[in-house]
């Protein structure tokens, strides 16, 4: 399998005579516009985060009713409650890195220009909450549940 292989390199080693002066016409000169990097933010309006924020906060203070109180428990809801402010505040300061935001365009009656194209109010709200609320609605069915079982 590793058998010795024939690598005698000295044989490549005598310079090629290759004048580079003779390349200069067959391709035309290519010279690229200066590009401005895009600042492209979340455009996002205070109110979609609080209600981001607000959410979290429903579930896990669902979760901690429906637990009881047991203390491996609260340990596994501070871990969690703590990954979410990461979350959260990592993208609060890599958000913040390009100055401070401008108005958001929902809040100017326009439309929130995305990848997919432009979302309005309805759209951006419904994508952006319905995961936050379907958590927060997990963790109020879950203390529900533990309150009539328990």
């Known amino acids: 399998m590793f058998e010795q292989h ?45 209600g981001m924020i607000a959410s979290y906060a429903v579930f896990f203070a669902a979760i901690a009713l429906a637990t009881g109180g047991s203390g491996h428990a609260r340990f596994a809801i501070v871990i969690s409650i703590l990954y979410t402010a990461i979350f959260f505040g990592v993208a609060r300061i890599l958000a913040r890195q390009a100055g401070p935001d401008g108005r958001s365009p929902l809040l100017r009656g326009e439309p929130l220009q995305t990848w997919c194209g432009p979302m309005d109010a309805k759209a951006v709200y419904g994508q952006v909450l319905v995961v936050p609320m379907a958590v927060a609605a997990f963790g109020m069915g879950i203390a529900v549940i533990c309150a009539v079982t328990l």
């Open 6 to 50: 024939d690598t005698d390199f000295a044989r490549f080693a005598d310079p090629v005579d290759f004048d580079l002066a003779q390349t200069t016409g067959i391709l035309p000169e290519v010279t690229a516009a200066p590009a401005q990097p895009e600042s492209r933010r979340f455009e996002l309006p205070g109110n979609i985060w609080v």
